[in-house]
Every structure is written in C-alpha cells, then in structure tokens.
C-alpha cells in the first residue's frame, strides 16, 4: 500500500490540483442535492418524492464532509461554501440547469450520480488519509442512489413512447461531459495520478463505462463509441459553464442568511 499523502509538504501545483479535486466533489455534491430537491415536489409518487428528500440529505451531508477536508489544508472551508460566485463553482455540467422532466433526474441519478460515485471510489483508495476515513460511507449511502436510479432508467427505457425518448436524449446529451470530467487528465490530474491521490484516467474511465454500459444499452447508447467532450476549463477541473444562479444562491445559503437577525 502506498505511503500516506504528507500533506506538510504538499506545495505549488500539487496542492493546487488536491484543492481543485476536493472542490469540484464537494461542489458536485451540494448542486446534485439541489436537483434532487427540485423533485421533492414533482416526482411521480409520494414515495419517490420521499426517496429524493433523502437523497437530497445524503448530497448535501456529503458535501459538507468534503469541503471541510480544506481545513488540513491550511483552507476555511465557510468562504468556499457561502461567498463564491457563480463563475467559480467546479460542479459537473450535468447540474449546471434543473432538469426539464423525469426522465432527465432519471439519467442525473444513474449517469451523473455514477459518474461522481467513480471518482470517490478512486479517491477513496488512494493515499488522502481523509477520503480514505469519509468517503467509504458516503459510498455505502450512494448505494440507495444507484438502486433506485437503476429501477427507474430500466422501467423508463421498457415503456418506449415519450418516455424512452426523453430517457435517450439526455443520455445522449449528458455523456459526453461526464466522460470528460471522469476521465481528467490534465496537468493537475496527472499531479493527483502521480501522487496516489486517484488513480489513472484509464482507469476511472473503464470503471465508470462498466458501471453505466447495461443501462445505455437500454437505449441504443453504445458507451465504448462516445467522444467525450474536448472543451475543458482547466482551472475548476470541467467543462466549460456553470450552474444558473439560482442554485448557486441555493448552494451558497443566500437566502438563509438574509433571513438571519443579528
């Protein structure tokens, strides 16, 4: 087993691509809860409707556990999570807009939930003491996520018509992103591979095609001929773009704290 990240050394570029990784999780995170949120209300029954607040729980806990591993980086993590603008949120494009019916939170949950479940297992068994001690939880709660998004991809892609189709086309739409993102390798995630922080983008990339193959199937996406999308923003770890301001108001708390009386 690798030897533990020593963090007390870690300087210049290499920090700078740990605090990149750990941002663009936990922004992930936080924003994932947001869209699960907005189908609290929407979903098809009231118990699905329940199973999104839970998950919606689950997202935003999970944040909260990665953002504060800035701390052992020298970093408070309250401005990274209420102060930032809109332009500097690293989530995964998936989130950047509220998805427009069923079938799009459907792929969100299978796709986009999977595609930040992939990287947290690699970062899990790398040599960052803390995902190794928080994220295996967030994992075994992630299972729940996968295990309804399954059920409802399946059911969807059997009911053909509308449904189907809807179910296609923002898997069609969505993949090409998260290939991307899963399979960074810019010269920060290369930092990340060469400290044993995750590891390789082969890697990640077959580990997420295996996990999403049989549902894409269901649609006529082969996984193994997507491109993933050659735009990239280097600086958040994303591709280009950014979640509309609402949930960015949403993830910082705006409305919380005006509501505060000192």
Known sequence: ????????????A????LIRLIITLADSKRILGIRYSDWT????????GVSTSSMTQDEWGHARLLYAML??????????EHDRPGEEFAS????????????????????????????LRSFATGTFDLAQNRVPK??????FHASLGSAWY???AATGGEARQLLTSSTEAMLPGLLAWVGADDDAARLMVDAGVIGPASERLTAFRDLVRDFVALVGVDIDSV????????????????????????????????????
Do not use: F, Y
Request: one cysteine or more.
């Open 138 to 143: 967030m994992l075994a709660e992630e299972e």
């Open 41 to 48: 209300l929407g979903a098809p029954s009231i118990e699905t």
């Open 92 to 119: 995964i494009a998936a989130l950047d807009h509220e998805q427009p019916d069923w079938a799009g939170l459907v792929v969100l949950m299978t796709l986009a939930d999977g595609a930040v479940s992939t990287v």
């Open 154 to 156: 399946r059911r969807l």
């Open 14 to 17: 290499r920090r700078d691509a």
């Open 1 to 12: 087993m690798s030897e533990p990240l020593n963090i007390s050394t870690l300087e210049g």
């Open 227 to 262: 491109e993933a999308s050659a735009d990239w923003d280097e600086a958040r770890g994303r591709t280009p773009g950014r979640p509309d301001e609402e949930a960015c108001q949403r993830a910082r708390g705006d409305l919380n704290r005006a509501l505060l009386v000192e």
């Open 71 to 80: 701390k052992k980086l020298g970093i408070d993590p309250a401005p990274v």
